[in-house]
């Protein structure tokens, strides 16, 4: 006589929901968005199919529309012109910087929802890096510096929580340090605690031109700021350091092909975490539903579930729109 039989806990769909673990819920979720300067622009990233740069006016009705859907948090990243880059992402740090009155419009439009912002200068470099290039090296404190001040603006605008994604040394602290000087001190950080130098960021730079330039006196990658791949307990470190500086969120980018990182952190610290889909794991998964070797509608929520049932408490997808129609119909 078998007495364990497993199977009558799996015998029908009410039975699998009553003692289902694990669920990811619109509230999980974080939707990155792409914003560039101009008007009535809606331009599809095609690296990432479904996915688009949008001007301020498209971009406000988008959120309505994701807001409609049940979606409450986004993260905003600015494609900046060519012509305003330089070698200390000068306008990044400026007052006139179109991304700061794009976060104004936002939140006067949508109130009631989480807006997060990008602090790094990658987008404003003509290097193409996160920090300052001096003499061929990346210049840690002169960035961190940099980094202060262009916080404090982004906390002018409005936004909600900033997300510094640069992982220079000691930036996490230096933040909290010019937010409170300021009398931020409800905004937000989200470090991006654990953020590797993985080759899974090529169409999110597709879609901001943010790559690092090919030339002999800049570094040709991000490898001395970014972490090594093959490390684990390096993250504790990177983690126990954002705690002590004063983060609210730890983050673990990418997510999929990092989950035991994300369980790692979860296990060992009482703060969200956070974990970044990022634009390369996504693009392989729509890349496979549209060969008709996957069903898009099956493995995309698959997905978002196995990021949650690692521990992330907070999930930032460009799958969110998409995992948000499909609950409402």
């Known amino acids: 006589m078998m007495l364990e039989r497993p199977r009558r806990n799996r015998k029908s769909g009410s039975v699998r929901d009553l003692i289902r673990e694990t669920r990811v ?12 300067e101009g008007k009535g622009i809606k331009d599809e990233i095609s690296s990432l199919p479904g996915n688009y740069r949008w001007s301020s006016d498209t971009l406000i009705e988008e959120i309505g529309r ?6 409450k948090s986004f ?5 900046i012109d060519g012509k305003m880059k330089d070698p200390q992402g000068s306008y990044g740090t400026s007052e006139d910087n179109y991304y700061l009155k794009v976060a104004q ?10 807006l997060i912002s990008d602090v790094a200068l990658d987008p404003y470099s003509s290097d193409g890096h996160d920090g300052i290039v001096v003499d061929g090296q990346i210049d840690n404190d002169a960035s ?14 409005g936004f909600d929580i900033l997300g510094p994604s640069d992982m220079m040394d000691g930036r996490v602290g230096a933040i909290r340090e010019a937010l409170d000087d300021e009398g931020f001190i409800n905004t937000g950080i989200m470090s991006y605690t654990a953020k590797y130098a993985s080759a899974l960021y090529g169409p999110f730079r597709d879609a901001l031109d943010s790559a690092p330039v090919v030339n002999k006196d800049v570094p040709k990658d991000k490898k001395t700021y970014q972490m090594d791949p093959a490390n684990k307990s390096e993250a504790l470190r990177e ?5 002590v500086e004063g983060a609210d969120f730890l983050m673990v980018k990418p997510a999929l092909h990092y989950l035991d990182i994300i369980h790692l952190l979860k296990e060992n610290y009482n703060l969200p975490i956070a974990a970044y889909h990022v ?4 693009a392989m998964v729509l890349a496979a539903a549209q ?7 099956q493995i995309m929520p698959e997905t978002l579930l196995s990021i949650k049932r690692a521990g992330a408490d907070v999930i930032i997808s460009y799958f969110a729109k998409d995992f948000a129609s499909l609950k409402t119909t």
């Open 25 to 36: 819920h619109t509230d999980d979720l974080v939707y990155p968005l792409f914003v560039q």
């Open 66 to 71: 994701c807001s409609d859907l049940g979606l």
């Open 75 to 79: 993260m905003l990243f600015p494609k």
């Open 105 to 114: 419009d936002i939140k006067s439009a949508h109130p009631h929802i989480t």
């Open 144 to 157: 961190v510096a940099l980094l202060q001040q262009m916080s404090v603006l982004q906390a002018q605008a």
């Open 239 to 243: 983690a126990d350091l954002d705690v």
């Open 279 to 282: 634009s390369g794991e996504c």
């Open 291 to 297: 060969k008709g070797w996957l069903d898009y509608n």
